[in-house]
């Protein structure tokens, strides 16, 4: 039988209103030692930034901005993950190169033209990542010579998903070290030395 419910109470919407994000709120200070997890942006918790791969690259890059971040997911219509591009594929050559190879100007580049695709997209596993610390993490980092480190985890369907990432500028700034973005094979050796004085 059901009973008689009451309606809510309403009110109107006033002016000026935001809406309730996820947020994840990582340490301020690691060490080498310190769980892995310590300095992952996990997207069960934080909400990833995406870009469909047929946008152009000034959206691309406006959208890092806004965001406060150096890498987005790039999807297709149906939100399945078609690679990542970075501020470094936007601010580095291949942007010059693909105008003076195609013949068009900086605006009609889309994320597709300079993007990391799926197929040459190397990641981390969640699994292993879960047992690491935060020096295993930026081992992986300078062996690869990249800024970011996508992980991925197994679902039971045995497909993978997205769960995260690692971010170089992030990890340096919970070290208590500064680093060059751009060089990061280089720059994670001086941190390590850096952190040992």
């Not at 994840?24 to 942006?41: G, N, R, Y």
């Not at 997207?43 to 901005?65: C, K, N, P």
């Not at 990641?123 to 610390?133: E, I, M, P, T």
């Not at 045995?158 to 690692?166: D, E, L, M, N, T």
Request: hydrophobic content about 45%; glycine content about 6%.
């Amino acid at each position: 039988m059901l009973r008689d419910y009451s309606a809510l109470t309403s009110v109107m919407l006033q002016p000026g209103v935001g809406y309730a994000q996820p947020s994840q709120t990582l340490p301020e200070k690691v060490t080498l030692e310190d769980s892995a997890l310590q300095v992952f942006t996990d997207f069960q918790r934080t909400t990833a930034v995406i870009i469909l791969s047929g946008d152009t690259m000034d959206e691309a890059h406006r959208r890092m901005i806004q965001r406060g971040v150096r890498l987005l997911l790039v999807v297709d219509q149906d939100r399945k993950v078609m690679g990542v591009i970075t501020a470094n594929d936007i601010l580095a050559e291949k942007p010059v190169q693909m105008i003076a190879q195609r013949g068009i100007r900086r605006e009609e580049l889309l994320v597709r033209d300079v993007m990391t695709p799926q197929e040459r997209l190397d990641v981390l596993s969640f699994a292993d990542v879960r047992a690491a610390k935060v020096g295993h993490v930026v081992a992986s980092l300078r062996k690869s010579g990249r800024q970011h480190a996508v992980v991925v985890e197994v679902e039971d369907t045995g497909r993978q998903k997205v769960r995260g990432v690692f971010s170089a500028t992030q990890i340096a700034r919970q070290l208590g070290v500064t680093i060059q973005t751009s060089q990061v094979a280089l720059t994670f050796s001086e941190i390590e030395a850096m952190l040992a004085r």
